[in-house]
């Protein structure tokens, strides 16, 4: 009996692990497919021509390399070492900015023109309301909140001066 049950488990656990071999496998090259799908000349001569066509259109694009650009890199440094305060509605409204800056970030880096401006405009308004808040701090808090903003404020300012000097 115990023999019976033993070389049935083992049919058994051998058809599930082929079947989840062959899922993967067919998974394998969907992914492979995929990835070199993008690489194909077709593939890229159709980007080329979109591009193009983009631009014979008028549609506004953003032509800045987020990865390589110093501003980028600082604010994604201030987002991650931003302190936190004892008031937490100054904690709040900084936690939206840091989101805000992200979006902010990756729709740059998407290339998303409405996208920008959408949370440029949040930025502002989450800066705003952080300006209004920091009357409920401390000097010593007000003094370190005022050097992240600044700092966050004129490297949004150069990433938009270079965005709209490449128009």
Do not use: W
Not at 9 to 23: A, G, L, V
Not at 109 to 130: C, H, M, P, Q, W
Request: aromatic letters at 12%.
């Amino acid at each position: 009996m115990m023999k019976v049950l033993t070389q049935s488990f083992i049919k058994r656990s051998k058809n599930e692990t082929t079947i989840f071999f062959r899922i993967t496998h067919i998974n394998y090259y969907f992914l492979r497919y995929r990835k070199t799908q993008r690489f194909s000349p077709v593939y890229q001569f159709l980007q080329r021509c979109k591009k193009k066509a983009e631009n014979e259109a008028g549609i506004n694009s953003i032509s800045i390399n987020i990865s390589e650009n110093v501003n980028a890199a600082e604010i994604t440094n201030l987002i991650s070492s931003f302190p936190k305060f004892k008031n937490t509605a100054v904690n709040e409204e900084i936690n939206t900015l840091k989101y805000t800056l992200q979006n902010y970030l990756y729709a740059i880096d998407a290339g998303n023109v409405s996208g920008k401006n959408k949370t440029f405009k949040n930025l502002e308004k989450s800066y705003k309301k952080i300006q209004k808040l920091r009357k409920y701090l401390s000097k010593d808090d007000d003094a370190v909140l005022n050097r992240y903003l600044v700092r966050l404020k004129t490297n949004v300012t150069f990433i938009e001066d270079s965005i709209n000097s490449k128009k």
